[in-house]
């Protein structure tokens, strides 16, 4: 059973780079049937997909945030990570990391997504 688990710090000064990572178990992250995926939701709000990173290492980004983030992966750890640069106060949210299913070449959705880490960006 694929399990996806994020670490971070939970305190960070603003205008500081928030670096998170997801650990994959059981799956590898070069599989051709999934894509790998940040969403965060701040309090009180909903949730705001980030970006993604294909089996290939391609990256999309969410345009609202593309200025400030960057989505990496580390094959040889089966892990994947965001950075979000120049922080400011409503980056407070709970980040989560996901598994994005694909077929026919179609992300389709998020199918497992880790448990979450909230953040928060505080002097």
């Known amino acids: 059973q694929v399990q996806l688990v994020e670490s971070g710090p939970g305190l960070v000064n603003p205008s500081q780079t928030l670096t998170l990572t997801c650990a994959v178990s059981s799956g590898s992250i070069t599989s051709n049937y999934y894509a790998w995926s940040w969403i965060r939701q701040p309090p009180g709000k909903g949730l705001e997909w980030l970006g993604v990173?294909?089996?290939?290492?391609?990256?999309y980004y969410s345009p609202n945030l593309k200025s400030r983030t960057s989505i990496s992966r580390d094959t040889s750890k089966n892990q994947f990570s965001l950075q979000l640069n120049s922080l400011i106060p409503e980056d407070t949210a709970v980040y989560y990391c996901?598994?994005?299913?694909?077929?026919?070449?179609?992300?389709?959705?998020?199918?497992?997504w880790g448990r979450g880490t909230l953040v928060t960006v505080s002097s």
């Open positions: 996901a598994r994005v299913g694909i077929a026919l070449g179609v992300y389709y959705g998020m199918d497992k």
């Open positions: 990173i294909s089996s290939d290492g391609t990256t």
